[in-house]
């Protein structure tokens, strides 16, 4: 009998690969921060030993949540600026108040206010895009969660970078500082075609090509976005970064709302990938993603929140069940995106556009234990005829209990193991006064 870190015996295992899969009275064998054995309960028992044996027996367990596009400090002004277009309320708002507040310690605190609510709603990994990434790797290091932290880059001037170049030489010294951490990687993440020229964008096609890193850009958010360039210089920006060859298998293109025929075939010609944020471009009528099109034609679509300030939460559960439904109406089509494709895109295919599909996504022998564990005895989750269903159409975030990364506890019993809860509000509160104010002045 193998003595190992944590055995996890639980009523159903939903491992994601393979596909469709529900595994019943299954165990986790846990040990060094990887799976060990995925198996039969009475098999579990009597092949491994432990001191930390955890009994789930309401609970389905599954890979944790792949949240591929956020902008983690700004949940810090989740609230601002609500029910106004894209560009009024970043350009009149968002971007008044960060010129104001921002800095390193804005980004802790509304990191760590993202994390804590992230870890609580079953988000085991994030993808971020804003200012001082290298605080935001401090905070997901301090607290343990994965994090795939964007190398932002800009042409106009902030509190961090003064110019695209400085952004970019100030993104590489990162890469290299965090590049052996377990926990983080870090693309690149040009904010918008919108927001970087030329020269900046082909050097990042460059730099990512040499150092085999994903590129993190919005793209095609709105038809704003997509007439203001073909008005300004006679493309529509997707043709545009194809000419500067930034369209290709490294591509992380976030919303893509405004996608026409062909530029569904190059993006799956490609094996470039998408980041669907159904609830964020819902509330900001951004437009809706052709989802069932672009997996249809065998695009990598994945999911994110995208900013709490314009969502207004960072729930994963949430977005798989927009994305669900409202992809059956674009596509008037009921089975347009069934259950266990919602869930593949909060899990595996999130872990394929950051390039971690080999670490994270699915729970087979080998990966991370970075593991979710839902409560489905809840009356609203019952009758229960299949969990994946219960999952994506009527559970919620408070029935997620427990979280591990790499084979820590994170959440226990919906205790968050790494946070000073007391602390995080005292935090918060003191932002939403100077932010309170700051509105309306």
């Known amino acids: 009998m193998q003595t190992i870190d944590t055995l996890i015996h639980a009523r159903w295992i939903i491992p994601i690969e393979p596909a469709n899969v529900v595994f019943e009275n299954y165990s986790l064998a846990i040990h060094d921060g990887k799976i060990l054995g995925l198996l039969p309960m009475e098999l579990a028992i009597l092949s491994y030993q432990s001191d930390n044996v955890i009994e789930l027996k309401t609970h389905a367990l599954t890979a944790g949540f792949v949240n591929a596009h956020t902008h983690a400090a700004m949940t810090l002004m989740r609230g601002i600026a609500d029910d106004l277009p894209l560009m009024d ?10 010129s104001k507040w921002m800095s390193e310690e804005f980004v802790r605190d509304g990191t760590d206010l993202a994390i804590a609510e992230m870890l609580r709603g079953g988000t085991t990994c994030f993808n971020d895009m804003y200012f001082f990434p290298e605080v935001a790797a401090q905070q997901a290091i301090k ?3 994965r994090a795939s932290l964007g190398l932002i880059v800009i042409d106009f001037p902030s509190i961090w970078a003064e110019n695209s170049d400085e952004y970019i030489e100030k993104g590489l010294v990162l890469h290299h500082e965090l590049h052996a951490n377990e926990l983080i990687s870090t693309p690149f993440a040009p ?13 990042i096609n460059d730099l990512a090509q040499d150092l085999k890193l994903p590129v993190h850009i919005h793209l095609h958010e709105t038809a704003h976005e997509v007439e203001s360039a073909f008005a ?7 043709q545009r970064l194809h000419d500067l060859g930034l369209i290709n298998d490294s591509l992380i293109a ?14 799956a010609d490609v094996g470039a990938s998408i980041v669907h944020c159904p609830e964020s471009n819902l509330k900001l009528a951004s437009g809706f993603c052709p989802v069932a099109k672009c997996l249809k034609a065998g695009i990598n679509v ?17 977005e798989m069940r927009t994305a669900a439904l409202i992809g059956k109406a674009v596509a008037n089509d009921a089975s347009a995106i069934p259950a ?11 872990a394929k556009a950051l390039g971690l599909e080999q670490k994270i996504g699915s729970l087979e022998i080998g990966k991370a234990a970075d593991i979710i564990a839902i409560d489905l005895s809840d009356l609203e989750t019952q009758p229960l005829y299949c969990p994946i269903s219960q999952i994506v159409y009527a559970a919620s975030r408070h029935q997620i209990t427990d979280v591990w990364v790499a084979g820590e506890h994170l959440l226990k019993s919906r205790h968050l193991t790494t946070f000073d809860l007391k602390e995080l509000k005292t935090n918060v509160e003191k932002w939403c006064v100077r932010l309170a104010q700051s509105t309306q002045a």
């Open 340 to 350: 266990m494709t919602a869930l593949r895109m909060a899990t595996i295919n999130g």
């Open 191 to 203: 904010h918008a075609p919108y927001t970087v020229s030329d020269e900046p964008l082909k050097r």
């Open 232 to 238: 300004e210089n006679g493309q529509r920006p997707m």
């Open 143 to 145: 607290h343990g969660i």
């Open 302 to 318: 994945a999911l994110g929140t995208d900013g709490a300030a314009s969502n207004n939460d960072l729930d994963m559960l949430g």
């Open 89 to 98: 309320w970043l350009q009149n708002h968002i971007w008044v108040l960060e």
């Open 254 to 267: 976030v919303h893509a709302t405004q996608l026409n025929d062909e530029e569904i075939k190059l993006l």
